[in-house]
């Protein structure tokens, strides 16, 4: 039998949940404001994103656009200026300096693109992770 509007009603209010709350990766409104001698640069400006676990995601845009800020976030190397970042749960605003020194041991990993940095020529992608 068909469902009644009321009915429906009532399933949508109590399906309302948070936007990404089930995802392992959501970014919501997320801002990163960068404050060097006086000038500030809007480097994210109110970024939405869902990854979901499992899922392969690789970021492209060009030179300037907030790749490295937003993955610097995602890390928990840097904290964004405003809205919401979470991984595994983990809120990236919300965190301790002990949490987010765990979270940087056992949660992420995190492979600079230049060679001087942590990518190691001679270790696999896995064992540089
Ligand atoms: N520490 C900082 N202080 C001030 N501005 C910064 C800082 N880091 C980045 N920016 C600025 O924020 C914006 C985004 O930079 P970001 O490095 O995230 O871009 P990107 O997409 O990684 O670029 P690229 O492809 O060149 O690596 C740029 O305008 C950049 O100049
Ligand atoms: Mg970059």
């Keep these: 039998m068909n469902p009644t509007l009321s009915e429906l ?3 949508a209010t109590r399906e309302k949940t948070a936007f990404g709350a089930d995802a392992h990766i959501v970014c919501d409104n997320l801002v990163r404001i960068y404050k060097t001698e006086g000038v500030e640069v809007v480097a ?3 970024l939405d ?3 979901d676990k499992g899922e392969l995601v690789a970021i492209v845009g060009a030179s300037g656009s907030g790749k490295s800020t937003l993955l610097n976030v995602l890390s928990g190397l840097d904290v964004p200026t405003a809205g919401v970042a979470r991984v595994a749960g983990t809120d990236l605003l919300a965190m301790t300096a002990k ?5 940087r041991r056992s949660v992420v990993g ?3 693109q230049q060679t001087a ?3 190691l ?3 696999t ?3 540089n992770v």
């Excluded at 949490?99 to 979270?103: A, G, P």
């Design 117 to 119: 940095r942590n990518l």
């Design 99 to 103: 949490d987010r020194l765990r979270y």
């Design 44 to 46: 994210l400006q109110g």
């Design 110 to 112: 995190f492979i600079w």
């Design 121 to 123: 020529p001679y270790l």
């Design 9 to 11: 009603e009532a399933k």
């Design 49 to 51: 994103l869902v990854i």
């Design 125 to 127: 992608a896995r064992e």
